[in-house]
């Protein structure tokens, strides 16, 4: 399994900031290296496979606040590179993952509950 590195969040961070707007800022670095590391540490101690981690990285990356702006879309977007990364694609409409990742930034939706939501979304390339 390929996992994202900081330099590639960084980047990803970027990239939307560039696409969407807004503010520029790392706000919580530990918070940033938790996140990344969330999936690898499932992957190892959990056995999680391609379609857990990837849910991993959304909702910890999104739930962690590390950026000053972009949170949401940085932890959509990074799961989507990890999926793609590794032979794998989130096949749901634009406006479901929306509602999903607006779910997962307001407390509404459990780890859990995306990871069940990617099992039933996420096809292999």
Same mark, same amino acid.
């Given at each position: 399994? %390929? ?14 900031? =560039? ?30 496979? %391609? ?56 407390? =509404? ?17």
């Amino acid at each position: 399994m %390929i996992f994202l590195t900081k330099e590639q969040l960084l980047a990803i961070h970027q990239a939307t900031l =560039q696409a969407h707007g807004g503010s520029e800022g790392l706000r919580d670095e530990n918070g940033l290296l938790s996140a990344l590391a969330s999936a690898e540490n499932r992957a190892y101690y959990e056995d999680a496979g %391609i379609i857990v981690c990837g849910a991993t990285y959304a909702f910890h990356l999104i739930k962690a606040h590390a950026f000053i702006d972009g949170n949401k879309r940085v932890g959509a977007i990074s799961a989507e590179v990890f999926l793609k990364m590794n032979g794998a694609n989130l096949v749901a409409s634009t406006d479901r993952l929306e509602a999903v990742y607006l779910k997962v930034g307001e407390s =509404q939706m459990s780890r859990e509950a995306l990871e069940m939501f990617y099992l039933e979304n996420v096809g292999f390339l």
